[in-house]
């Protein structure tokens, strides 16, 4: 791939608390506007995954995070770019706050599938539903 097809590198914090997940609403104006989303971003150039989204988190919810495990990798191609999307476990410590006045909600596992995410999150959200499943 050129630069002009590489894909963008994206790195997204799964945030749990009591059982619920934070999910953001991208806001207008940009590609997959008013879709929700994990919290995060794309990577600058040399920039690490955990660098990433340590820098993402405090710019968009102003928290600290620790950064653990990825939970899933998966690349998406839009009809007008490829993403290829990291999404990481993440503890925070503080409040989180919607630092570009973005809409943020706290939402259960099962609420994840009745919300409008972007394709690309689909495999995630089957991940994160099928995991909060109690076994039989």
Not at 3 to 12: E, R
Not at 27 to 55: I, M, N, Q, S, Y
Not at 91 to 109: F, H, K, N, T, Y
Request: hydrophobic letters at 40%; a negative charge.
């Amino acid at each position: 791939m050129d630069a002009d097809t590489a894909p963008l590198i994206v790195v997204a914090g799964v945030i749990e608390r009591d059982g619920r997940f934070l999910i953001t609403r991208r806001l207008k104006h940009t590609h997959l506007a008013d879709l929700w989303e994990f919290p995060g971003g794309k990577c600058e150039r040399g920039e690490t995954h955990v660098a990433c989204l340590t820098r993402e988190l405090i710019e968009e919810l102003g928290v600290a995070a620790e950064i653990g495990d990825e939970i899933l990798s998966t690349e998406h191609r839009y009809s007008d770019r490829v993403v290829r999307l990291h999404f990481r476990r993440c503890r925070i410590a503080d409040e989180p706050r919607p630092m570009l006045g973005q809409e943020m909600r706290w939402v259960l596992s099962s609420e994840l599938l009745a919300l409008p995410f972007p394709d690309a999150d689909r495999d995630l959200i089957a991940t994160l539903v099928a995991s909060s499943r109690p076994t039989r």
